[in-house]
């Protein structure tokens, strides 16, 4: 067997185009690959030949995660390998129209010769439609990489229940297939209730484009047991003990996840917006920013715990002008849980859910399953907890109607304690919230020095206390 020496090497063009330059037979023969994807040049290491880990590169309207850029360099080198592995077996050298016709043909880029036009087209199959739907898609509904991304994983399922699936053979019965397919795999019933919904979706645009799709297949429904969504969140004693907590000089790290954690629940921040987030956001007025996932205008008050963080971060001091040291997703995720069980964070959840018909209930400790999204969810609830109206709660978090907001409104348990405490005739506590409403601060402070040195007696003495006290601050 004849060894054949070449390298590769990965570089962007003027443009910012990803190219692979393949080099072999003494450097004599060269041929370069175009991945056909552009990458932010400042989010390009140079070093490993890469896009920066878990970083975002904007393509036209497409925001393409590196993870893509990443498997797509990776098919390339792969599919050279792929024709050099080849040739070495016959002992030969590819010329560079060789390598680079047979690369692109495994790769499904060679050019296609044009039909005799007394031919009849034959039918298009199921793989071709669903490619022609995930390019048109991407023009006519402006998709994000995000949407290409749920479709891509929506068809490698379907190939999964079935390889051989046709237009002829996609009918209730292979649906009906493809349900019990997740439910031997452990998705769970939410799960699957949604990826029929994304399924169905593209059965519904072949039939709009004058596909055969079959009527059975477009009409089934999985009719599977889906309980309520278990929405996480701190109650506000809770937020206030995480955000309270001390910890010690070598756990910084846990207190920086902590104080990012907190300034998403002060300001209902998702972790997308507070990573873009720059100190040239935060005006007179509040934070002033254009959110990255559905490019809403967004204008949020400061709170003074929220202003404590910024002012912790004054000196911090970055390339691109951020507010804050924000890590990767996944790393701040799993600094919070730590700091969560740091802090004592300990609070069951129980998660039930369905596999099919079989029931499962899931008990974790919060620091197990908090997360960055927790933060904004705390927001809402302790929002409305608060009294807050949800359409005041809507305009600063973004969210379009109160269909969203639902989850929200029904687990705001504080406020409908608090709601239910007027029909078991507490005058006095009615009278105490009333009265607070119209404190300032300064007020505030001398009425909390006045309440430690309160000792009731019995309920009777309450409403002469609460008099006292609107006397001892006047």
């Known amino acids: 067997m004849r060894e054949i020496r070449y390298n590769t090497r990965t570089f962007l063009n003027a443009k910012n185009q990803v190219v692979i330059r393949v080099r072999w037979n003494n450097k ?27 970083s975002t590169h904007i393509v036209g309207n497409d925001r393409i995660p590196s993870r893509v850029i990443n498997e797509r360099i990776q098919e390339f080198l792969e599919t050279i390998q792929e024709v050099f592995s080849e040739y070495m077996l016959r002992g030969s050298i590819p010329t560079p129209d060789d390598l680079r016709e047979l690369v692109n043909e495994k790769l499904g880029r060679a050019k296609k010769v044009a039909e005799p036009e007394n031919d009849t087209p034959r039918p298009k199959t199921l793989p071709e439609i669903f490619n022609i739907f995930l390019s048109e898609g991407a023009k006519e509904r402006d998709w994000t990489s995000t949407v290409h991304y749920k479709y891509e994983q929506i068809w490698k399922q379907l190939m999964g229940c079935d390889p051989e699936v046709t237009l002829e053979t996609l009918d209730k019965d292979k649906m009906v297939e493809l349900k019990e397919w997740y439910v031997r795999h452990n998705y769970r019933n939410r799960t699957i209730t949604k990826q029929f919904r994304i399924l169905k979706s593209f059965l519904r645009w072949m039939k709009a484009n004058g596909y055969p799709v079959l009527d059975s ?43 990012l954690f907190c300034f998403m629940a002060f300001t209902s921040l998702r972790y ?48 691109n002008g951020s507010l804050f040291p924000v890590p990767s997703a996944q790393k701040l995720n799993d600094y919070i849980k730590l700091a969560a069980k740091e802090a004592g964070l300990d609070r069951e959840v129980i998660n039930t859910y369905y596999i099919g018909t079989k029931r499962y209930d899931e008990i974790n400790k919060f620091y ?6 927790d933060g904004r969810r705390t927001f809402v609830c302790c929002s409305l907890a ?7 709660v809507m305009s600063i978090t973004g969210h379009k109607d109160y269909e969203s907001m639902k989850p929200y409104i029904e687990i705001a348990n504080e406020t409908k304690r608090y709601e239910l405490d007027k029909w078991n005739g507490k005058e006095w506590k009615i009278r105490i919230t009333e009265l607070l409403d119209k404190f ?12 430690k ?20 601050i006047s």
Request: aromatic residues 10%; hydrophobic residues 35%; neutral net charge.
């Open 28 to 54: 004599k023969s060269e041929v370069g690959f175009s991945i056909g994807m552009t990458v932010d040049p400042m989010k390009w290491d140079p070093d490993t030949q890469r896009p920066i880990r878990a």
């Open 386 to 392: 608060f009294g807050i109206p949800a359409a005041v």
């Open 368 to 373: 197990d399953i908090i997360g960055c999204h």
């Open 217 to 259: 297949a477009i009409g089934y429904t999985p009719h599977l047991t889906v309980t309520k969504k278990n929405v996480t969140y701190l109650t506000f004693n809770e937020l206030m003990q995480f955000f309270n907590h001390k910890f010690s000089l070598n756990q910084k790290y846990l207190e920086r996840a902590r104080d």
């Open 440 to 451: 300032d601060e300064a007020k505030l402070k001398k009425l909390y020095k006045y309440a």
């Open 272 to 319: 997308s917006d507070l990573a873009q987030l720059k100190r040239a956001h935060v005006t007179s007025r509040g934070i002033d920013l254009y959110t990255k996932k559905t490019s809403d205008h967004l204008t949020i008050p400061i709170i003074d715990k929220a202003q404590k963080i910024i002012d912790k971060y004054a000196d911090y001091q970055s390339e």
């Open 453 to 472: 040195k309160l000792e009731l007696a019995d309920k009777s003495t309450v409403s002469e206390n609460v008099e006292n006290a609107e006397d001892a």
